[in-house]
């Protein structure tokens, strides 16, 4: 598995295809990037490269809970020096949900690395402000609080990252559960200043003032709702909304493998956007 020194973890990334325009793909909530390598091979086949990379605290690279920023700005200011260090900029920019929100905002802290922006199953509303900082901070903070950090090692998600890479337990169980509680606490109040909608955390000004090409697929569950898609292509100028022939569900959340029989076909509608870009005519 590829690894690179990225600021002060050993990041682990992959990168699909050996010719044509960059393009980093960002997947959801705190997963890895395994789900997305059917994708990237689809996409990488019509002469990309696709970068897939686990951000920190994320699937095998290192665990480190520590940082002034919120935990989305720690990553976007990652993903640049990935990217440097790769010789990949400026490049497309991408991902669903989470990785969404992250595109944008690394559009807004590194604007001059951004050719255009992919952007898939927009995150909003009111049901997923309610949901998310339980999923992502609290039952975390609660079972440190609990249990210290064996307690935190023993959850779902820190047992995947843990299995990852082997070594992340170790990091976490020098911890002081107090010094963690501490810095989830922080990001828990970051993540809680943003606005809950259209865009969960993107200010609309942010969203108004994007100016590279950019290509909005809504979701279609009730923290993806599509009127969040929709109301973010409204605010990003001269961006394109694409939909695919879905229905929004019923459903706290889909997981982006329900999308698998539309990866084709998002794999051409991304390329096209993308040689268009490369070709000055998106408008």
């Keep these: 598995m590829p690894f690179l ?12 295809g050996e010719t044509g325009p960059w393009l980093a793909l960002i997947t959801g909530g705190r997963r890895g990037f395994n789900e997305f390598i059917a994708f990237a091979e689809k996409i990488a086949a019509k002469g990309f490269r696709v970068l897939l990379h686990d951000r920190r605290n994320t699937g095998a690279t290192d665990v480190l809970i520590a940082g002034a920023d919120g935990e989305e700005e720690i990553w976007a200011d990652d ?5 440097d260090k790769l010789q990949a900029t400026p490049a497309f920019i991408g991902g669903t949900s989470s990785g969404a929100r992250l595109s ?9 690395s951004v050719k255009g922006l992919l952007l898939m199953r927009i995150t909003g509303g009111d049901f997923a402000a309610g ?15 609990q249990g210290g950090m064996q307690a935190v090692c023993e959850t779902e998600q820190y047992r995947e990252r843990i299995q990852a890479n082997p070594a992340n337990q170790a990091r976490l169980m020098a911890m002081d559960p107090a010094e963690y509680i501490r810095v989830m606490t922080h990001w828990l109040s970051i993540f809680l200043k943003g ?11 942010v969203m108004r003032a994007i100016r590279v090409p950019t290509i909005v697929v809504p979701g279609n569950d009730k923290t993806h709702a599509s009127v969040n898609g929709h109301a973010a292509h409204a605010l990003i100028p001269n961006s394109i ?3 695919l022939p879905i229905q929004d569900q019923d459903v706290p959340l889909l997981p982006f493998s ?5 990866e084709a076909t998002l794999a051409t509608v991304f390329a096209d956007f993308m040689n268009n870009v490369k070709r000055g005519a998106h408008a």
């Design 5 to 16: 020194p990225i600021r002060d973890v050993q990041m682990h990334y992959r990168v699909f």
């Design 79 to 83: 993903l640049a020096v990935l990217l």
């Design 104 to 112: 944008m905002l690394f559009n807004q802290r590194h604007p001059a």
């Design 131 to 145: 949901r998310l900082p339980e999923m992502y901070y609290q039952q975390f903070i609660r079972a440190a609080e």
């Design 195 to 205: 606005p809950r909608k259209p865009v969960l955390g993107m200010e609309d000004d």
């Design 241 to 243: 909304l694409y939909e």
């Design 258 to 262: 329900d999308w698998a029989p539309h």
